[in-house]
């Protein structure tokens, strides 16, 4: 009588432990190949994801900027009070403005005395040079770059006003340009990763050709494609999650680098900031991408060449 199948849970994890440290065993009695190969897969996770910290913490600073477009309205200095509040009041029931902020000449003066440090100089002046401000802030800050030209064109129309400036152009420029490189970053990366997937199946392949006469011998004592497959695909397991964490150190090490340099320059711009590492998510993150990248590899190259060894 045929004996009924029975699935031994213990057994089966207990082969995959040993599958695992047997193929971890071989990376160990080839400690350079493996250590060049895990190089080149840390060096290709870690560029991406450096240029990913960098980003993000430009974006932090940028978002901590004020995130209205404010528009300057440089007024005419023979304008009396009276004609600036009735301009003032006009402008703020527009649509497009959600509120004002108006500023004399005396007062404007006297910020860029404070500003500038040229007291002395000005003190010399006849006259006060610089004009009446009233600086404008979009009810939307998220409008359109037509809708803001439109308005510039517009306010600059009015009799009353000399020039009417975007003051925070070049952060939407700024904000603009890190879309463009978050684009570019995530198809570097998407090409990095393709590339570790090559590097790892280029090398699961090696492996395979210098074990095909064992791999024969094995096929012909019974051995299933997927008990034989078993260590190749740990193989790969352990070249991306080591690769993964190599990529992590090497993150660190140039962070550590950088950290110094960066607080000195915000520091001489009166700022406290200090660079983001997220080393807690790319601890995490960078081990897990390197260890699905190495599996698949390795499955892809086993799947290719595996078929082909056949014992004759």
Do not use: C
Request: no cysteine; proline share 5%.
């Amino acid at each position: 009588m045929k004996k009924p199948f029975s699935f031994n849970i213990r057994n089966y994890f207990l082969r995959h432990l040993q599958s695992m440290l047997f193929s971890l065993g071989r990376l160990w009695l080839q400690p350079f190949s493996s250590l060049m190969t895990i190089a080149v897969i840390g060096i290709a996770l870690a560029l991406p994801a450096g240029l990913f910290v960098l980003l993000q913490n430009v974006n932090t600073v940028s978002d901590q900027w004020d995130d209205a477009s404010q528009i300057s309205l440089f007024l005419k200095q023979d304008l009396s009070d009276k004609k600036i509040k009735r301009l003032n009041d006009d402008i703020v029931t527009w649509p497009q403005i959600g509120k004002t902020h108006y500023q004399t000449a005396e007062q404007s003066l006297t910020e860029f005395r404070e500003l500038s440090g040229l007291g002395h100089l000005l003190d010399t002046l006849p006259d006060n040079p610089l004009p009446p401000v009233i600086t404008l802030y979009p009810a939307d800050e998220n409008m359109p770059a037509e809708m803001i030209k439109d308005l510039l064109k517009k306010l600059e129309a009015l009799p009353e006003v000399v020039q009417a400036q975007l003051d925070m152009e070049w952060l939407q420029r700024l904000r603009s340009i890190n879309k463009l490189l978050a684009r570019g970053i995530t198809l570097l990366g998407l090409l990095l990763s393709l590339s570790v997937l090559l590097v790892i199946g280029n090398t699961i392949r090696l492996a395979i050709l210098s074990r095909q006469s064992e791999i024969k011998v094995m096929k012909l004592v019974g051995a299933t494609d997927r008990f034989i497959r078993r260590p190749f695909l740990y193989t790969g397991f352990w070249y991306g999650f080591i690769g993964g964490l190599f990529a992590w150190g090497l993150l660190l090490i140039a962070m550590s680098m950088l950290t110094a340099p960066i607080s000195e320059l915000a520091s001489q711009y009166s700022s406290d900031y200090h660079l983001q590492w997220f080393t807690g998510l790319l601890l995490l993150y960078l081990p897990l991408i390197g260890l699905f990248l190495g599996i698949l590899g390795a499955w892809l190259a086993v799947s290719r060449h595996l078929h082909a060894i056949e014992p004759t």
